[in-house]
């Protein structure tokens, strides 16, 4: 328990600089992109008073290296500053967008282990048989699919010719937003699951090849209990780390598919702040993201080490 907390510790100080990291490139980023905020927010026909004025409340007409120190002392209290367009804090329009955002990435991830837990059982279990080769044509074909492209066609096939499920939106009751995550949510499974599979495959072939496989089977276990509880548990710890860095991908792809689906996510605001040139939004949602990518991987190395008490804490 001690080294497991030790390891925790460093990890989650790694994740911390990582973030300070962010924030310094985030900052950088946004101070080089054309364009003055203070013009952004006051128009095109703002006298050159009223421009040095904004520029003095915020800042802008200090050192680079203070604006900075600002911002992030600003963040440490939890404020991300305000939006040019809507007028209101971006922590607020953050919040009101990141519940179906991570809905969205915990249906994909769902449906993406539900595909891949049986192809991949099935497929190690019938090595190099009709069924293994057709699964892995599937997952290889389905690595080069763009998730975009996956998206349309679920929209063109099953919502508007088929009309089982919504086109786009977000629905206004509970079930209502449920229904329209089944779509976005089965477009990113569909993108993760042959990585997925192919993974779990592998894992399996090498643990029912092993001899305590062998030596369950000799008792007289059943085929299925032998997969299960003995190979599917042994077999499971690398897959879980695919599978969080396929969601530490998945949270930044979450743009487009928020945007072909017309989802309420952060993704959605991302791309509204960039076209309208709300910088401020642009900036809280990118470290918004790079926490969500840094929470996942600190879950992930956690949930490895769980599933696997073998591996060394480094």
Known sequence: MR?????????????????????????????????????????????????????????????????????????????FGTSLFYRVPVSQLVLQRLLPTL????????????????????????????????????????LGIPSVWIGIVLVLLVAIRANLLPVAG?????????????????????????????????????????????????RGLSAWRVLVRHGMRNAIAP??????????YLVGSTVAIETIFALPGIGTLMVQAVLSRDFPIVQGVAIVYGILVLAVNLGTDLVHTALDPQLELT
Do not use: C
């Not at 009223?50 to 404020?79: C, F, T």
């Open 170 to 218: 977000y629905g206004t009751s509970v079930p209502a937003h449920l229904e329209s995550l089944i779509l976005p949510s089965l477009t990113i499974a569909i993108g993760m699951f042959p990585t997925l599979t192919r993974s779990l495959r592998v894992g399996l072939i090498a643990v029912l090849d092993s001899d305590y496989i062998a030596s369950a089977r000799a």
């Open 103 to 142: 809905l969205l990435m915990m249906f994909g991830a769902v449906l993406a282990l539900v595909l891949a837990l049986p192809l991949a059982a099935v497929a190690a279990s019938l090595k190099g048989r009709i069924a293994d080769q057709v699964i892995r044509l599937l997952s290889l074909a389905g």
């Open 3 to 79: 080294r497991f907390l030790d390891y925790f510790g460093r990890r989650l100080v790694s994740a911390l600089v990582t973030l300070f990291g962010i924030t310094l490139v985030v900052f950088l980023l946004i101070h080089l992109i054309p364009g003055d905020p203070a013009r952004t927010l006051l128009g095109p026909h703002a006298t050159a008073g009223e421009l040095a004025a904004v520029h003095r409340e915020w800042g802008l007409n200090r050192p680079i290296w203070v604006q900075y120190g600002l911002y992030m002392s600003r963040l440490l209290r939890g404020d």
């Open 239 to 248: 897959t879980v780390t695919v599978l969080g860095l396929n969601i530490g």
